[in-house]
C-alpha cells in the first residue's frame, strides 16, 4: 500500500511540474515585458510552495493515515484545485499551440486558453465558497401497489454523508438540516451513513444539534464505511474498537436507533412496515460488512420493505432482483461533489466508479435513491453537486 502510494504521489509530482511548466510559458505570452519578471517570479514561488506544502503532507513523514488536521488538508486541497484548473488549460493550449506556426491560430489559442482557465477557477471558487453550503432539498413520490393503506402519504426524510470532521466545527450548515427537517416535519428520519470521517473526537459538541434533528420522530440510522475507523492507523486493536465503539454509541445518544444488520417493525394505525438497516458493502478496497439475510431473518417475504445501505453498489449487487425489498436508500457517493447538467440530465465522474451515483433508480420493479449527501472528503468543494436533504413520499396504488 505504501508503495503505491509513493507511486501516485510521484505520478501526480510529474504532472504537476508539466502542467505548472506549460501554466508558466502560456503566461509568458500573454502578458507585457513589463511586468514579466515580477510575474514569473510570483508564479514560480506559489508553485514551489504548493507543490513543498503537498511534499508535507502527503509524503514527509509519509502517513496521513493518522492526520487529524482536515482544515489544513481541505486547505492545501482548495488551493491545489484551484491551482491546477487555471494552469491546465493554459498548458494543454501551450503544448498544443506548438503545433501551430501560424500566427493567427496561435493569437486565437492564446485567448481562448486564458477564458476558459478563468471560467474553470471561478467554477471551483464558487463551489467552495457558496457550493457547501447551500442545500437542495429533492422531492420525489413514490407509488407501490402493495404498500400498506395506513402508509399512504407516509413521508421520509434522508440525509446522508455528514463527516463531521470536515464541517470545521461549524454548525450554520447542520443547522440549517434541521430548520428544513423541522419545516418538511417528516414522519421518519433516516441516516445513511458516514457520520465522521474517522475519528470519535470528531463528535465532540454536536449532540444539541443532533437532538433537536430528531426530537419527536422516529429516527433510525446506520453506519458508512468511514465509521469504522479503517483509514487511519492505530496504536493497538483496542484503541480502534474504542473509537468504533464511540461513534457507534454516538448515533443513540444524537436520537437515531442505529440497525446493525437488523430491521424494526414500523406499524401506523393498523398496518406496519418494514425497516431493515445493515452494516457497510462495498466493492473492494470498502468493506463488507452487511448481513442481509439476517436482517431480514423474521420478517414476512409479502411485507412492505425499506433497506437502508450506505454504498448504492450492494443495491446492484445483491439485492435488485435477489431480495424482496421495495425501496433501498443509499449514499456514499457525494456525486463526486462535482456534476453537469446538460438537457436535464445530470453527470457526474462517479458514474465512471458505479451506475447508481445520484438520484433515483428503479430496476426490478423496485427502487433505489442514492442520497448526494451534507459534507465533504478529500476537496473542500461541491461545484454544481450541493448538499441534500431528499423528501420521499410513498404513495399506495389502488388495485381493483
Same mark, same amino acid.
Given at each position: 500500500? #505504501?508503495?503505491?502510494?509513493?507511486?501516485?504521489?510521484?505520478?501526480?509530482?510529474?504532472?504537476?511540474?508539466?502542467?505548472?511548466?506549460?501554466?508558466?510559458?502560456?503566461?509568458?505570452?500573454?502578458?507585457?515585458?513589463?511586468?514579466?519578471?515580477?510575474?514569473?517570479? &510570483?508564479?514560480?514561488?506559489?508553485?514551489?510552495?504548493?507543490?513543498?506544502?503537498?511534499?508535507?503532507?502527503?509524503?514527509?513523514?509519509?502517513?496521513?493515515?493518522?492526520?487529524?488536521?482536515?482544515?489544513?488538508?481541505?486547505?492545501?486541497?482548495?488551493? %491545489?484545485?484551484?491551482?491546477?484548473?487555471?494552469?491546465?488549460?493554459?498548458?494543454?493550449?501551450?503544448?498544443?499551440? %506548438?503545433?501551430?506556426?501560424?500566427? #493567427?491560430?496561435?493569437?486565437?489559442?492564446?485567448?481562448?486558453?486564458?477564458?476558459?482557465?478563468?471560467?474553470?477557477?471561478?467554477?471551483?471558487?464558487?463551489?467552495?465558497?457558496?457550493?457547501?453550503?447551500?442545500?437542495?432539498?429533492?422531492?420525489?413520490?413514490?407509488?407501490?401497489?402493495?404498500?400498506?393503506?395506513?402508509?399512504?402519504?407516509?413521508?421520509?426524510?434522508?440525509? &446522508?454523508?455528514?463527516?463531521? *470532521? &470536515?464541517?470545521?466545527?461549524?454548525?450554520?450548515?447542520?443547522?440549517?438540516?434541521?430548520?428544513?427537517?423541522?419545516?418538511?416535519?417528516?414522519?421518519?428520519?433516516?441516516?445513511?451513513?458516514?457520520?465522521?470521517?474517522?475519528?470519535?473526537?470528531?463528535?465532540?459538541? =454536536?449532540?444539541?444539534?443532533?437532538?433537536?434533528?430528531?426530537?419527536?420522530?422516529?429516527?433510525?440510522?446506520?453506519?458508512?464505511?468511514?465509521?469504522?475507523?479503517?483509514?487511519?492507523? !492505530?496504536?493497538?486493536?483496542?484503541?480502534? +474498537?474504542?473509537?468504533?465503539?464511540?461513534?457507534?454509541?454516538?448515533?443513540?445518544?444524537?436520537?437515531?436507533?442505529?440497525?446493525? +444488520?437488523?430491521?424494526? /417493525?414500523?406499524?401506523?394505525?393498523?398496518?406496519?412496515?418494514?425497516?431493515?438497516?445493515?452494516? @457497510? =458493502?462495498?466493492?473492494?478496497?470498502?468493506?463488507?460488512?452487511?448481513?442481509?439475510?439476517?436482517?431480514?431473518?423474521? /420478517?414476512? @417475504?409479502?411485507?412492505?420493505?425499506?433497506?437502508?445501505?450506505?454504498?448504492?453498489?450492494? =443495491?446492484? &449487487?445483491?439485492?435488485?432482483?435477489?431480495?424482496?425489498?421495495?425501496?433501498?436508500?443509499?449514499?456514499?457517493?457525494? *456525486?463526486?461533489?462535482?456534476?453537469?447538467?446538460?438537457? *436535464?440530465?445530470?453527470?457526474?465522474?462517479?458514474?465512471?466508479?458505479?451506475?447508481? =451515483?445520484?438520484?433515483?433508480?428503479?430496476?426490478?420493479?423496485?427502487?433505489?435513491?442514492?442520497?448526494?449527501?451534507?459534507?465533504?472528503?478529500?476537496?473542500? !468543494?461541491?461545484?454544481?453537486?450541493?448538499?441534500?436533504?431528499?423528501?420521499?413520499?410513498?404513495?399506495?396504488?389502488?388495485?381493483?
Amino acid at each position: 500500500m #505504501r508503495s503505491i502510494h509513493l507511486l501516485f504521489s510521484i505520478a501526480f509530482g510529474l504532472f504537476y511540474i508539466l502542467i505548472s511548466f506549460g501554466g508558466l510559458k502560456a503566461v509568458t505570452q500573454l502578458i507585457s515585458k513589463r511586468y514579466k519578471k515580477q510575474i514569473i517570479f &510570483s508564479l514560480l514561488f506559489l508553485s514551489v510552495s504548493i507543490f513543498l506544502s503537498l511534499l508535507l503532507l502527503y509524503i514527509w513523514p509519509g502517513n496521513i493515515r493518522t492526520a487529524k488536521n482536515y482544515n489544513c488538508y481541505f486547505f492545501s486541497n482548495g488551493i %491545489l484545485s484551484i491551482d491546477i484548473v487555471f494552469k491546465a488549460p493554459l498548458a494543454l493550449f501551450y503544448f498544443f499551440g %506548438l503545433l501551430f506556426k501560424n500566427t #493567427r491560430y496561435r493569437e486565437t489559442l492564446s485567448f481562448t486558453r486564458l477564458i476558459i482557465s478563468v471560467c474553470f477557477t471561478l467554477f471551483v471558487i464558487y463551489g467552495i465558497v457558496f457550493g457547501t453550503g447551500r442545500v437542495v432539498t429533492k422531492h420525489i413520490e413514490l407509488s407501490f401497489k402493495n404498500l400498506p393503506r395506513d402508509f399512504d402519504g407516509y413521508k421520509i426524510v434522508q440525509i &446522508s454523508d455528514i463527516h463531521l *470532521g &470536515s464541517l470545521s466545527h461549524s454548525h450554520k450548515l447542520l443547522k440549517n438540516i434541521e430548520s428544513k427537517i423541522e419545516e418538511i416535519n417528516p414522519d421518519i428520519l433516516f441516516f445513511t451513513g458516514d457520520l465522521v470521517n474517522n475519528y470519535s473526537s470528531e463528535l465532540d459538541g =454536536w449532540a444539541p444539534v443532533f437532538e433537536k434533528m430528531t426530537k419527536n420522530r422516529k429516527s433510525f440510522s446506520i453506519l458508512g464505511n468511514h465509521d469504522y475507523g479503517n483509514y487511519s492507523d !492505530w496504536q493497538s486493536k483496542q484503541a480502534k +474498537n474504542t473509537n468504533f465503539e464511540r461513534i457507534a454509541n454516538a448515533h443513540k445518544k444524537f436520537g437515531f436507533t442505529l440497525l446493525k +444488520n437488523e430491521h424494526v /417493525v414500523i406499524t401506523r394505525k393498523a398496518d406496519s412496515i418494514y425497516v431493515i438497516g445493515v452494516e @457497510n =458493502w462495498g466493492h473492494p478496497p470498502f468493506p463488507q460488512y452487511a448481513n442481509l439475510e439476517k436482517a431480514l431473518s423474521g /420478517v414476512p @417475504n409479502n411485507a412492505f420493505k425499506i433497506l437502508l445501505t450506505h454504498d448504492p453498489a450492494h =443495491w446492484e &449487487s445483491q439485492v435488485a432482483g435477489k431480495q424482496p425489498v421495495n425501496l433501498t436508500l443509499a449514499g456514499h457517493t457525494h *456525486g463526486f461533489q462535482f456534476g453537469i447538467i446538460k438537457a *436535464g440530465i445530470p453527470f457526474s465522474f462517479a458514474w465512471f466508479t458505479r451506475k447508481e =451515483w445520484g438520484g433515483l433508480y428503479s430496476k426490478y420493479n423496485v427502487y433505489l435513491y442514492v442520497n448526494t449527501g451534507l459534507g465533504t472528503i478529500g476537496f473542500p !468543494w461541491r461545484i454544481n453537486m450541493p448538499p441534500e436533504v431528499t423528501v420521499l413520499t410513498l404513495k399506495r396504488i389502488e388495485v381493483d
